[in-house]
């Protein structure tokens, strides 16, 4: 068998391979898919009210500490370039 034969080879097998690929795609079905997405979701554990609240507040207090400090950089920075005018 030639080169070129043997590419040609290949590359049929190569279709045939895109063609079985697709056909196992177009199989998935949607009933199938969203029992796994309802599966995957029974297995979350959701955190209850009381956590919600106090991660809420954690961050609100750490954007409140980062707000802080980007404030008082500013002022400083002022500060450093008005001594020097």
């Not at 079985?20 to 995957?40: L, M, P």
């Amino acid at each position: 068998m030639t080169k070129e034969a043997k590419e040609k080879k290949n590359k049929k097998d190569m279709k045939k391979v895109d063609k079985n690929n697709k056909k196992k795609k177009e199989k998935v079905r949607k009933e199938t898919y969203f029992e796994g997405v309802r599966n995957e979701l029974a297995k979350v554990k959701w955190p209850t009210k009381k956590e919600v609240f106090k991660y809420t507040m954690a961050t609100i207090i750490f954007m409140i500490i980062l707000v802080g400090f980007f404030i008082l950089l500013s002022i400083l920075m002022s500060a450093i370039k008005g001594a020097f005018n």
